[in-house]
């Protein structure tokens, strides 16, 4: 707690750093224009909307959202198996270790944007039947998939090896399986250790959707570009970057209750 | 033993080695069912890997394991299945924090006997009364004293209805005052004819409990025989110093 004294010296700190900063940007040449080009009202909202040529960045967005939803869920999973066959022990499994490894170290290096480029323009020119004529949203999808999975199954892996052996003894030596003991015991601890982690790189992919838009697809940030460049106005970019903040901080809450309802629940009970 | 009877364990010239250290350097023992063995020595004379070879937990470089007249350190023997008739109780309790209670209890039961959930529970729930924890069923791992803790790792081995129970330093992690807790509830095993292997450092306890005493040191029994014999005159001169070490640290 902070004592009277204090709370006074941080109430002046905060105003006069504040003041301080609103004097510099309205003192600054061109706040006007800033002011104009950025935040005017009018165009906040239509870019918001759309006009009868431009597309309103708030319908694009939904294809941010969409493209997000499905490649999350499809993340977790493929993400798990990877880290999972990564740790199977035994002489067997090698080359599905080898398979694990070289996923991971070639997705995590290199640029997702590189990746969008050779799966969305790279598979159609291959002509395969049914692959070769998906839409852009699904070569995004795939792309964005194959790329996250890669750090997902990494931060799954730490998980998975943060659970101390002697979970996995005490499970085995009760007759379970190894699969049985992954499944009932160490990945249920493992995943609640990485929901934060988790959490991070799905507010990264949630951003980078909007990478699919060199494909072509109209996403909140390719329409705040239409917008921008046919009303020589960037409050678009703006209408655009609040759309996405507005998304993640939800998200960066939800996490948070997961996180205190696991820690209330396994302290909860009749209080000794 | 009465003659004919196949023992519950035997081990045969058991040896581990971890790395370039040999931990175990062949180990002969039999256990005969009903019969409460301590093992006692001190720490780093293998007691605990010794126990943990039993379960197939630790595997072994030469010798054999038998439980119940079958060879269970034979190739293709499934260890999952040899594992649900030894339970095994560990120094610092393993149980699972994720889970309540009674989900710790009925998970094994469960999942690997197949028992349904109403049977499992219900099982789960006899014992924790016998225990003095059923108030305690719907409790996490993190929110029970150590004690406690560790007689619901007692109680879930029990839930297997082990032929066998392997008990490691079982109070080694606990406060004195919850050391007789968990105690009695062994000692109410051993009333009950469960045949247990138990290392120890509670010299009282394993005199008071055992029918045979078992005394390692690096890696060897040294000397065994009853805890009479053992603990007023032990033969060997190893044994007469490890004890009357322990004479002087008052722990007998």
């Known amino acids: 707690m902070l004592g009277g004294r204090a709370v006074l010296v941080s109430s002046a700190s905060t105003v006069l750093f504040f003041a301080v900063i609103a004097v510099v940007v309205a003192l600054a040449p061109g706040s006007e224009l800033v002011a104009e080009r950025f935040f005017s009202p009018f165009h906040l909202w239509q870019s918001l909307v759309g006009t009868e040529s431009e597309p309103g960045i ?6 941010n959202v969409y493209m997000f939803a499905i490649s999350e869920v499809l993340i977790l999973i493929l993400a798990l198996i990877i880290a999972v066959v990564r740790q199977i022990p035994g002489p067997v499994f090698f080359p599905f270790r080898m398979v694990a490894v070289a996923y991971t170290d070639l997705f995590r290096g290199v640029p997702l944007i590189l990746i969008l480029y050779i799966i969305g323009f790279g598979v159609p020119g291959l002509g395969l039947t049914f692959f070769s004529y998906l839409s852009d949203i699904t070569y995004g999808i795939i792309a964005l998939v194959l790329v996250y999975s890669a750090y997902v199954a990494e931060v799954y892996r730490a998980g998975i090896e943060s659970v101390h052996e002697s979970q996995n003894a005490a499970a085995r030596s009760l007759g379970l399986s190894r699969w049985q003991s992954l499944r009932f015991v160490i990945l249920p601890q493992a995943v609640r250790r ?4 988790l959490l991070n790189d799905f507010i990264g992919l949630q951003k980078d959707t909007a990478l699919v838009s060199v494909l072509g697809s109209i996403e909140a940030a390719r329409a705040a570009q239409i917008y921008g460049a046919s009303q020589f106005n960037y409050a678009s970019y703006v209408v655009a970057a609040a759309l996405f903040i507005l998304i993640t901080i939800p998200l960066a809450r939800f996490t948070d209750r997961l996180i205190a309802r696991d820690k209330r629940r396994r302290e909860a009970g009749a209080l000794a | 033993m009465n003659a004919g009877e196949t023992p519950a364990l035997v081990l045969e010239g058991v040896r581990i080695s971890f790395g370039e ?3 175990l350097k062949g180990i002969d023992l039999t256990v005969a069912p009903h ?20 379960n197939l937990i630790e595997p072994l470089n030469a010798g054999r394991v038998v439980v119940e007249g079958e060879e269970i350190t034979a190739r293709g023997v499934d260890e999952n299945r040899i594992r649900r008739r030894i339970g095994i109780v560990y120094q610092a309790f393993n149980l699972f924090p994720h889970m309540t209670v009674l989900r710790n209890i009925t998970l094994a039961p469960r999942e690997v006997l197949g028992m349904d959930r109403a049977e499992a529970e219900e099982q789960a729930l006899s014992l924790l009364e016998r225990f003095g924890l059923s108030d305690r069923r719907d409790e996490y791992p993190d929110r029970l004293s150590g004690g406690q803790q560790q007689r619901v790792a007692i109680v879930r081995a029990l839930a297997m209805r082990p032929h066998l129970l392997l008990l490691d330093e079982v109070t080694s992690a606990l406060d004195p005052e919850l050391v007789a807790e968990v105690l009695n509830v062994i000692r109410e095993l051993a009333d009950e004819g469960m045949t247990m292997l138990i290392a120890t450092h509670e010299m009282g306890f394993a005199r008071d409990i055992a029918d045979r005493v078992c005394f390692l040191e690096d890696g060897r029994i040294l000397e065994e025989g009853p805890p009479d014999r053992i603990f007023t005159s032990p033969e060997n001169p190893r044994t007469r110093r490890f004890l009357s070490r322990i004479i002087a640290a008052g722990r007998l």
């Open chain 1, 194 to 197: 990485v929901i934060p982690p």
């Open chain 1, 58 to 63: 708030l319908k694009a967005f939904l294809l």
């Open chain 2, 21 to 23: 250290t040999e931990v």
């Open chain 2, 35 to 54: 019969e409460v063995v301590c093992l006692i020595g001190a720490s780093g004379s293998g007691k605990s890997t010794l126990l943990r070879c039993v």
